[in-house]
């Protein structure tokens, strides 16, 4: 009777079956698992950025710190707007 590959019996005791799911893998994210990696992977990219500012070592580093949180901060915002599905 619990058969995991059959739908539950219906009315006239027909069973149907269910196609199996299929498992997320990291190229094959549902819509909420790709925009968390996605805004994860965003707010990386700005604490590098501050990282970059605050560090006292390489003007170079410091010089493009602006654009990496500016780049962050647009990947988060475009991400957070993707749909669920």
Do not use: C, W
């Not at 094959?28 to 070592?57: D, K, S, T, W």
């Amino acid at each position: 009777m619990n058969n995991p590959e059959h739908a539950p019996p219906n009315p006239a005791g027909i069973t149907t079956p269910v196609p199996p799911r299929e498992a997320a893998t990291p190229l094959r994210l549902g819509g909420r698992q790709r925009r968390e990696r996605l805004e994860g992977i965003a707010m990386l990219i700005m604490l590098v950025g501050l990282l970059m500012i605050f560090q006292p070592l390489a003007k170079a580093l410091y010089t493009y710190s602006f654009l990496v949180i500016l780049a962050g901060t647009i990947m988060f915002i475009v991400v957070s707007h993707l749909p669920d599905h």
